[in-house]
């Protein structure tokens, strides 16, 4: 089959209410899928005043807002007669899944009762945020949850191989491949950088900026990385504090780091100017499965301080773009930013070579995957073997 006579219906938790890494990706593809003649049709809850304007058409599923102080954003209980309706009229030759979320359940329990092949991808580790609400012992349940969803796809597609080996641990046995992510070159890269906006921040020209850039929700590490910037200021480590980003726990954070400079929301070139501003990125979430914000910073000559987790795992190269740490050793955090601030010719080098790197991660060859698993579980070949860019 042609990809011109492709019709995909994509579910989507949240297509484009709330700006995220994950529906910044899913909208990209769908504007690589458009311009090679694919037809995409999106399925999401949607509001009045969404983040940013859909790629492609968007269909708005019946929401509620989600409970549990988050109601920013929506949940879909499940696909509606309408919808349905609509579905069976577009006939689509495959059902992508972006989220194990009710909404992305119906999708897949729709797709096998009209025999429609089904692809599902994999955004965020949602298994590790009960962990962030003192709820850690649903953990379990969630992982099973997701084992279960991930398994009634006929094809998996997963950020990078940690990713997968982790869903092979869980035991999913639908066939596994790789969309890694991709970065825009041309808003991210050092020569963005821009001491006249730092100044404007009142931050010094010579002064070492650790970075954080991100929504601020507590499942992005912000409690860690508070513990760490304390830990810095108790080693006389010098350094200024720039986060970039909005959300909801933006006024607790802001007691944390109290000498922290906050930048507010940005977007579009002025974001690339910001990230390329900062000088140490530091990124100890765990729940991303890629971290499209890692890769914005290397490809911005920004090293890295992250996680060893599934996000930087194979994207920084230890010791040469950045440093990873376990997960949970707050002053190996420390002492891995301190050498960055105390070192500026490795912080140099280290900038460079994850900018080097980043430089394979381009958003045509990335997608042409995912475009691939479509082909192949239409034929019934699952999603090919896993593979990195």
Same mark, same amino acid.
């Given at each position: 089959?042609?990809?011109?006579?492709?019709?995909?219906? =994509?579910?989507?938790? @949240?297509? @484009?209410?709330?700006?995220? /890494? $994950?529906?910044?990706?899913?909208?990209?593809? +769908?504007?690589?899928?458009?311009?090679?003649?694919?037809? &995409?049709?999106?399925? #999401?809850?949607?509001?009045?005043?969404? %983040?940013?304007?859909?790629?492609?058409? &968007?269909?708005?599923?019946?929401?509620?807002?989600? !409970?549990?102080?988050?109601?920013?954003?929506?949940?879909?209980?499940?696909?509606?007669?309408?919808?349905?309706?609509?579905?069976?009229?577009?006939?689509?030759?495959?059902?992508?899944?972006?989220? !194990?979320?009710?909404?992305?359940?119906?999708?897949?329990?729709? $797709?096998?009762?009209?025999?429609?092949?089904?692809?599902?991808? =994999?955004?965020?580790?949602?298994?590790?945020?009960?962990?962030?609400?003192?709820?850690?012992?649903?953990?379990?349940?969630?992982?099973?949850? #997701?084992?279960?969803?991930?398994?009634?796809?006929? $094809?998996?597609?997963?950020?990078? !191989?940690?990713?997968?080996?982790?869903?092979?641990?869980?035991?999913?046995t639908s066939p596994i491949t790789i969309w890694s992510r991709g970065v825009n070159?041309?808003?991210?890269?050092?020569?963005?950088?821009?001491?006249?906006?730092?100044?404007?921040?009142?931050?010094?020209?010579?002064?070492?900026?650790?970075?954080?850039?991100?929504? &601020?929700?507590?499942?992005?590490?912000?409690?860690?990385?508070?513990?760490?910037?304390?830990?810095?200021?108790?080693?006389?480590?010098?350094?200024?504090?720039?986060?970039?980003?909005?959300?909801? %726990?933006?006024?607790?954070?802001?007691?944390?780091?109290?000498?922290?400079?906050?930048?507010?929301?940005?977007?579009?070139?002025?974001?690339?100017?910001?990230?390329?501003? =900062?000088?140490?990125?530091?990124?100890?979430?765990?729940?991303?499965?890629?971290?499209?914000?890692?890769?914005?910073?290397? +490809?911005?000559?920004?090293?890295?301080?992250?996680?060893?987790?599934?996000?930087?795992?194979?994207?920084?190269?230890?010791?040469?773009? /950045? *440093?990873?740490?376990?997960?949970?050793? @707050?002053?190996?955090?420390?002492? %891995? *930013?301190?050498?960055l601030v105390q070192q500026p010719d490795f912080r140099r080098i280290a900038g460079?070579?994850?900018?080097?790197?980043?430089?394979?991660?381009?958003?045509?060859? *990335? @997608?042409?995957?995912?475009?691939?698993?479509?082909?192949?579980?239409?034929?019934?070949? /699952?999603?090919? !073997?896993?593979? #990195?860019?």
């Amino acid at each position: 089959m042609d990809p011109s006579q492709l019709r995909i219906a =994509l579910f989507s938790g @949240n297509y @484009n209410y709330v700006r995220d /890494g $994950a529906n910044q990706a899913l909208n990209n593809l +769908a504007g690589f899928l458009i311009e090679r003649g694919v037809t &995409l049709r999106a399925y #999401s809850p949607t509001t009045d005043e969404p %983040a940013f304007e859909p790629t492609g058409e &968007l269909v708005s599923v019946p929401s509620w807002p989600l !409970p549990g102080g988050r109601d920013e954003y929506r949940l879909a209980p499940g696909i509606p007669k309408q919808i349905r309706d609509d579905l069976k009229a577009y006939d689509p030759h495959v059902v992508h899944v972006a989220a !194990p979320d009710i909404l992305g359940h119906r999708a897949l329990t729709w $797709a096998r009762r009209n025999k429609v092949p089904s692809v599902a991808t =994999l955004h965020t580790r949602f298994e590790t945020y009960p962990r962030y609400y003192g709820l850690k012992f649903l953990e379990p349940l969630a992982t099973y949850l #997701s084992k279960r969803f991930y398994n009634r796809a006929d $094809a998996v597609l997963v950020p990078g !191989p940690m990713m997968g080996d982790i869903l092979r641990e869980w035991g999913v046995t639908s066939p596994i491949t790789i969309w890694s992510r991709g970065v825009n070159h041309d808003r991210f890269n050092p020569g963005r950088r821009s001491l006249e906006w730092r100044r404007g921040l009142g931050i010094g020209d010579d002064e070492v900026v650790v970075g954080f850039l991100g929504r &601020l929700v507590l499942e992005k590490g912000l409690d860690v990385f508070a513990e760490v910037i304390g830990k810095l200021e108790a080693m006389g480590v010098k350094h200024r504090v720039l986060v970039i980003g909005k959300g909801p %726990a933006r006024d607790w954070f802001a007691e944390k780091v109290p000498n922290a400079v906050f930048g507010g929301f940005i977007t579009g070139d002025d974001l690339g100017m910001a990230v390329a501003s =900062l000088d140490i990125f530091f990124n100890p979430s765990i729940t991303e499965t890629f971290g499209n914000v890692t890769l914005e910073a290397m +490809a911005a000559g920004v090293p890295v301080v992250a996680a060893r987790a599934t996000g930087p795992v194979g994207l920084v190269e230890e010791g040469k773009s /950045g *440093i990873l740490v376990e997960p949970g050793d @707050n002053q190996g955090y420390a002492d %891995a *930013i301190a050498r960055l601030v105390q070192q500026p010719d490795f912080r140099r080098i280290a900038g460079e070579s994850g900018h080097e790197r980043a430089k394979s991660y381009r958003w045509d060859l *990335i @997608n042409q995957a995912v475009l691939d698993a479509y082909m192949s579980v239409i034929d019934g070949g /699952g999603g090919g !073997p896993i593979k #990195s860019p």
